[in-house]
């Protein structure tokens, strides 16, 4: 069996620190780049909150920025299949976030591909993130900017979080591939349960048949 999230996470939490005014400006072949300088101890999950002009979908994984580069048309392709299908299938007591920040811990808060999430949400409808309660699944599709973070610290945080399903979508020259996860309670690790070529077929977190042919070819 393949496990996930051998790693222990060695981070310690920082004071609360505002966000800095100072800026430093690399200059690359695409000309000047303003980036925040982070504090001493890295950013905090609430700095994601204060930190002015971030663009879409930046994530804090370990005290530091992750900013996402342009998607990849089989990440659109298959995160706009697998959101159709979950939408359509999921009881009412579940819904489904696309893209939304997952807080962690003081230096910890990812942006899942998809999550699936239970009634149960304390946050109101004017904030910015969750936490791990009432998560029962997370899913990443693998990009190739990201695969160290997509299948190995991302469903390492998830797990120590203790959110109980995780799956990892890639490819491979016959199309998209689905490894399940579950969680080992005991140890806050992920197992690998199955793996999925053409159909997606779970019976947990709830009951789900995923057509995975459906997504183009081409």
């Known amino acids: 069996m393949a496990t996930v999230g051998d790693e222990n996470d060695s981070t310690t939490g920082g004071s609360d620190m505002s966000v800095p005014t100072v800026a430093e400006r690399p200059v690359s072949e695409f000309g000047e780049v303003t980036l925040p300088m982070p504090p001493q101890e890295g950013f905090t999950a609430d700095d994601l909150d204060r930190i002015p002009d971030l663009p879409p979908h930046a994530e804090l994984i370990d005290g530091s920025l992750v900013l996402v580069s342009p998607q990849k048309r089989f990440h659109m392709l298959m995160l706009k299949l697998l959101e159709q299908q979950l939408d359509d299938q999921v009881p009412s007591d579940l819904s489904v976030y696309r893209e939304f920040t997952l807080k962690l811990g003081e230096k910890q808060r990812p942006e899942p591909d998809l999550m699936l999430v239970g009634e149960e949400v304390s946050e109101g409808m004017d904030s910015t993130w969750i936490g791990p309660e009432p998560v029962h699944l997370t899913v990443e599709v693998v990009s190739p900017e990201s695969a160290i973070r997509d299948r190995e610290r991302k469903p390492q945080l998830y797990a120590e979080a203790g959110i109980p399903h995780f799956w990892l979508v ?38 789900l048949d995923i057509d995975l042919t459906k997504l183009p070819r081409h």
């Open 170 to 207: 890639d490819r491979d020259d016959k199309g998209p591939v689905v490894y399940v996860y579950e969680l080992d309670p005991v140890n806050k690790r992920y197992t690998n349960v199955s793996v999925h070529r053409e159909r997606l077929e779970v019976s947990v977190p709830c009951k």
